[in-house]
């Protein structure tokens, strides 16, 4: 009971704040104390609420109460220092489930601060003392709190391992080198971790490299996620546009002929009803003439009769003639609009394949590996043909308009901007962007595989002598490339037909010489600004020819 009455005083004297022995005690209006210190830095932290409050109870108090130091409990508190007595630990000193408790504690234990290596075993702040006051117990090693120090004890020989086995590659005691492990590379513990840990400090520098460089990582993806936000808002947000232009030229198209067509019928009927009350007006004139002549033809005087029948027998000219032909009306506008419905489909679902197709082959992460083999290539095969409206006039286009042939007479191609006056070339009419792949076949005369922007300033130039075309010139015996006027040689072996790969985003452009095996020719890497078409330039004899292969996955 004495002691409980002593647990209940140091209680009492105990600020609920530091958790230690009450320093100049001031008591709260709510009756509770706590060191002067203690309670004005708590309030403080709560001046800018203009309400302040218990620790314990929180009762508030309102104004600031004024502390004054409470001369009872200091003197209690002095005289319990006499006797020798602390404060008792608080909750939060004893070992919970999850922390280490001291072995040494008997009833309700307190946490550890230390564990020894040597004693194996651990210790609260108390227990722990004579580690650094008795001189034998100094020198064993004292580490963090440890749940595993059993791990340290050998489970054969019950011992300490101190040693390490390198042959096994495991933990050992003393007696295990003497016994299985006879014979071993063996070493001490500590040697063996100052190797390692030279080892491990590589490992930990490679570990914070590389977070560095993964952080950096971070960070690009972070302005890619942002750059692909804001392309994707404004492909979006521009295609809405297009598309509401579509829409309203549509609009403005239909309201046009239906505008034409109501002028005209307004005309036309006005037109016919104005004949038709002519003609009306006719029948009534005829039918009061008709029974005129009926009524004269009944008369008895024969002089009346002869007096009158030159006026009744002779007709009016007819107010007009008739035509009879079949009446069409507006038949032919619905066929011409149906028509015309029937081209833009043609012309959507060709197009909207390339919009659909640049829209999947958008990059947005790092770029797709170049294909290593035919077949890779093939995945991005595309459909290309050959523009009529772009062909030199001496060239044919055949096979769908995929087949280039030189002819030796100019053909009556309709003049055209985009059309070649100069050299004979021709683009295609699909425009490429993103990754594509196709394959020229080459006839008996030279032949230059072209990619270049569609800019029809260019219509007098050959390919490859600006900076909008590049060229690759297969001929008998030898490769060139050609680009902004300069011509570079080109090593390879010689085959009739050359694969052009394309990647648009990444810039990339590569000939390949295609034979049983795939063999690079030449490859650019720069920045495409624009869609590009697929080209060929045609030089030697009448005949030559070049064809888009047609390609199968």
Known sequence: MAQQGVQLDLDTISCSICLDLLKDP???????SYCMNCIKSFWDGEDEKQIHSCPQCRQTFTPRPVLVKSTILAD??????????????????????????????????????K?????????????????????????HKLVNPSKKLQENICPRHDEVMKMFCRTDQQCIC???????????????????????????????QNIQQRILDRVKDVKVFQREVEAINRSADKAVEDSEKIFTQLIRLIQKRSSDV??????????????VKELQEKLEQEITELKRKDAEMKKLSHTEDHTQFLHNYPSLSALSESTSSI???????????????????????????????????????????????????RAGFLRYSREITLDPNTAYTKIFLSEGNRKATVLGINLSYLCHPDRFTTYCQVLSRESLTG??????????????????????????ERFGDNNKSWALGFYKLRYEFRHNNITTPVSGPQSSRVGVYLDHSAGILSFYSVSETMT???????????????????CGPTGNSAELCELSV
């Open 258 to 271: 239906k505008q034409q067509v109501r002028s005209l019928q307004e005309t036309e009927v006005s037109r």
């Open 26 to 32: 001031v008591t709260i209006p709510c009756g509770h």
């Open 76 to 113: 209690l508190v002095e005289e319990l220092k006499k006797t020798g007595l602390q404060a008792a630990p608080a909750d939060h000193c004893y070992a919970g489930p999850e922390d280490v408790s001291c072995d040494v504690c008997t009833g309700r234990k307190l946490k550890a601060i």
């Open 323 to 373: 035509n009879i032909r079949p009446l069409r009306y507006f038949e032919d506008v619905t066929a011409a609009v149906s028509e015309l419905r029937d081209k833009l489909q043609v012309v959507l679902r060709e197009k909207w394949t390339n919009v659909s197709l640049t829209v999947t082959e958008v990059d947005v992460l790092l770029p797709q590996p170049e294909p290593k083999t």
């Open 520 to 538: 690079l020719l030449h490859r650019v890497q720069t920045t495409f600004t624009q869609p590009l078409y697929a080209g060929l330039l045609l």
């Open 115 to 139: 564990s020894c290596l040597v004693c194996l075993a651990s210790y609260c702040e108390k227990h722990l003392q004579p580690h650094y006051d008795a001189a034998p117990l100094k020198k």
């Open 174 to 204: 003393y007696l295990c080198s003497v016994d299985e492990h006879k014979g071993h590379d063996t070493v001490s513990a500590a040697a063996e971790r100052t190797e390692r840990q030279r080892e491990f400090e590589v490992s930990r």
């Open 435 to 460: 990754r594509c792949y196709w394959e020229v076949e080459k006839g008996h005369g030279g032949v230059s595989v072209v990619v270049a922007y569609k800019d029809s300033n260019t219509v007098n």
